[in-house]
Every structure is written in C-alpha cells, then in structure tokens.
C-alpha cells in the first residue's frame, strides 16, 4: 500500500485477561505518544467479556470507560469488529435491534497497533484473526504469541536451542483434582523447596506463588489453576531479575540490560503496578561479560520464535553461581512511560514516541513481506513427477 499523509492507526486495548488494567495503562501512554501530525487515531476497547467497543468522542473515552465500567453512559459507544475477510477492511460498526441488521464500515485502518497483554491478545489469537482479515499489526504473529505465552512449551523451544532455564514440570488443572498426591510428588522431584508455581499463559506476575512447603505448594497449584488449566512448576533460586529489550524484525536489535529489584521476594503485580516500592536499575550493573551473554540470549531466543516488531526478554541471574537463566519473553510487554521496555530503549538512545514510530514501520513492512508470498499454486500440466 502506498500511504500518503498520515497513517491511521487503531490502538487496541483492554480484553478478556487478568492483564485487562494493565493493558489500560499501557494503552494511554501509547495514545499520548504517537504524534498526531503522523497519525490518525482510532481507539479499539475491548471489555473483559469481550466486547469490542469504539467511538467517535475524542481519544481517551474508551480508556475511560474500561476504566469505569460503564458502557452505558460513556459517549458515543458502539459496537465493532473486524471482519475475517480481506474484501471488507478496516473496522466495521455491528448492526443493533433498530438499524436492520446492516454492518457500516467505521473507519479504515492501516496499522493495528495491540496492547492487549496476556490471553486472548498477545498469545496469538488476535494475530490470527488480523492474519484472516489481512492487516497489518505491531508485534509477534501467531507463532511467536503462541510459543512465548506458553511457559512450558517455551522452555522446550529454549532447551532445544541451547539457551539455559530452570527446570520445571507441567501440570494440569485436571490432574490436581484427580491426583492431588501424585501432582505433589512429581512437583518437589523437580527441585528442593523453593519451588514457583504459575499459570503457563499469563504474565504481569499474575497468579505465581513462591512455596516453601507442600502447604504453600497446595495453595500456589490452586492459585495458578484459577487462571490457566496448565500450571508450571519451577525450581527456585536466589536470582537478580535482568531485563533486555528486543526490537525488530529479522534483523532485530538489542538494548542495555536493566535490573528489576523488588521490594519482596520477587517482582509481584502489586509490585510492578501499584506499591512504587521496587526500582529499576538501568543499565543494570552487572560484569561486562554476562551484559553481552544476556543481549546474545535475548537475540537468539527471539529468532527462535520468529519475533517481530518487539519483545521483553526477562532472565534470572544466580546469586551464588552468576549463571544467567531465561525466564520467559513477554511479546507485548508493558507499555506506559514507566514500564522496563520502553524505559530500556530509551537508555539505548530511543525515545518513547521514536519507539512507537519504529514500531509502525516495522508491521509495515511485516505486511509487505506478507503480500510478497504467492497464496495460489498452479501445477504445470506438463510435469509428470
């Protein structure tokens, strides 16, 4: 597509995930970043039972009605989607009871631009749905989503590729209720006590639980089985949490390490959102050595998933050994002004908006490459084999 003038991008936010305020967070930010002699906003909430909502009052009503809850008196909401099918573009407006049941085309779109974290926006499905309606979007496509937000089947694809993690044991929601005792058992054979337990498809820290005990492990199963049908369990170390930034598409890029250090025993929800106790320290202070192996790690797990556009890569560095595992990578990762990725590329010498406009152009030309594979095979009627 040739663009001329400014491009019009819809940003999408909210969703049905334990992320939902979190991405409400990242969502204004990113609104107030990108320059609107650039760009056309359109804002595309989505509630938290799945409704896609937009509107014509001026940027920032979505947000805030997410953030009220309250769809009823909040503007002019309306319903929306987009449709699966390239020959209708763009986001469409839903027929209610009194127009007849026609769809009216809202607005055109050139980028879509997520920040939808967590299930139901960041682990693919999105991505497969903006695929079928061919569209260009910011950040991984549905392989990448998919692999990353899988906690355990990310491990596999990490181990398969050389790079160090901690290890761990899958269970499902299932099995607890049926073997509570063998559960158990196959859990603290993975590693003495501490052991985490998380939700596989989840992040922002939301349902992990540091045990100590077999009580503390009954309860953080539990806890993580709210939230996901499988659950991880993961051997515990004395580790510093070190942080890189990717950006980029086949060629990606790498930014300077940075330091989480909670105020606890590890960087919780509340932590991260809420109690302003924790500091990030960047760049992280850590011997020259590990800097490089972290920024190498970085890259190679991102190739390994086929990343694109961007990704936080989080890693745990043992206290006692200096031996740097990674933890997982968070593909749409937190996005407001204060959060580690944006804050990471700007200690690297790229600025917040500077980001979001790299962000643009490299869905930009995620979709030209798109457009340049043949989706037609004709066989040679001559050709016998």
Known sequence: MDHVGKLRIGVIFGGRSGEHAVSLMSARSVLA????????????????????????????????ALEAGDYENAGDLVNAAVLPDPSRPGLWRLPGVSDGGQLEHFADLDVIFPVLHGTFGEDGTLQGLLELADMAYVGPGVLAGALAMDKAVFKDVMRANGIPVL?????QRGEIERDPEGVMMRC??????????????????????????????????????????????????????????????????????????????????????????????????????IVEQARAFSLAAYRAIDGAGLARVDFLLDRETDELYLNEINT???????????????????????LCDRLIEYALARKAQRDATSREYTRDPGHDG
Not at 167 to 171: A, G, I, M, N, S
């Open 33 to 64: 970043a990108l320059d609107p002699a650039k760009y056309d906003l359109v804002e595309i909430g989505i509630t938290r039972r799945g409704t896609w909502l937009v509107s014509s009052d001026p940027i920032g009503s979505v947000v805030d």
């Open 188 to 289: 603290e054979a993975v590693a003495p006590y501490p052991l985490f337990t998380k939700p596989a498809n989840l992040g922002s820290s939301v349902g992990i639980t540091k045990c100590r005990s077999r009580a503390d492990l009954v309860e953080g199963l539990m806890e993580a089985a709210q939230f996901d049908r499988r659950v991880l369990v993961e051997r515990g170390i004395s580790g510093r949490e070190i942080e890189v930034s990717v950006l980029g598409n086949e060629e990606p890029l790498a930014s300077v390490p940075g330091e989480v250090i909670p105020h606890g025993d590890f960087y919780t929800y509340e932590s991260k959102y809420h109690d302003d106790l924790s500091q990030l320290n960047i760049p992280a202070q850590i011997p020259d050595a």
């Open 167 to 171: 290890d761990w044991t899958l269970v």
């Open 332 to 354: 749409i990762p937190g996005f407001t002004r204060i959060s580690m990725y944006p804050k990471l590329w700007e200690a690297s010498g790229l600025p917040y908006p500077a």
